[in-house]
């Protein structure tokens, strides 16, 4: 179908700004660029939003944790930022974590993982599995419940979702409930259709792609590593449900979609919609994009509903 009007007007406004292209500056320049395009993220006020640090693999690892209103002990959502490996942050997606707090009734601890290039992979998906495990073992003090951890992420945190829940799964635990993966990167591929289809003007481009995967690994045949392209993972039996959002304007569908395939392939429940008319990073565009609102909307009673089934 057609772009959806108001991603058309969006996309509309924030191409006509004069951007240089990604692929000639370094990740600091870019970093700074992409703090100041697209729209002002909407703030939710929560409970109680702490920030602190935890032990990680290589020092301290910085987390936000939001607190819902209401008497715990509350469900508990760890939560991955996107940005390719390279860029955002704990304040990019601030106002994101703060809705899924709000709206899925959690305890939403967002993990400010190493980012690439000065820490390449495997520091983030280790960081993000070092923060998991670190939830659940405090989750009592967090006004958490055990039993009930989810796990989410979009884009780049899409794939750090699925890889942590490998992890999770091969590592002996802790149980998780839920994966969320919000348009995952989930192949280091540039083959689909999706991304023909979309290669360029949809905000995210196949040559974007292409520089975050290149700063993100130290050789290019570490693509192959399941624990950076979970597609390939020969085994995706026994890990926890899955709910997949994509976006029909995006270079990352088809490998989510795929993603989805195989774990319904494998035994794993999984719930995948597609909003059409959308391009990536819709979600986080809730404010001033209805598809957005009502993606986070459905995401957050999917996570209701893990959840209470615990």
Known sequence: MPLDPQAKALLEVMNSAETPDIATLEPAVVRQLFS???????VQEVGKVENRTIPGPAGPVPVRIYTPLGSGPHPLLVFFHGGGFVICDLDSHDGLCRALANEAACVVVSVDYRLAPEAKFPAAPEDCYAATCWAAEHAAELGGDPARIAIA??????????????MVRDRGGPALVCQLLIYPVI???FDTASYAENAEGYMLTREMMRWFWGHYLAKDSDGANPLASPLRATDLSDLPPAFVITAEYDPLRDEGEAYAARLREAGVPVELVRHDGMFHGFVSMFAVLDQGKQALATASQRLRMAFADR
Request: charged content about 10%.
């Open 36 to 42: 100041t395009i697209g729209p002002e993220a909407a």
């Open 153 to 166: 992420g979009d884009s780049a945190g899409g794939n750090l979702t699925a890889v942590t829940a490998l």
């Open 187 to 189: 192949d280091h591929a």
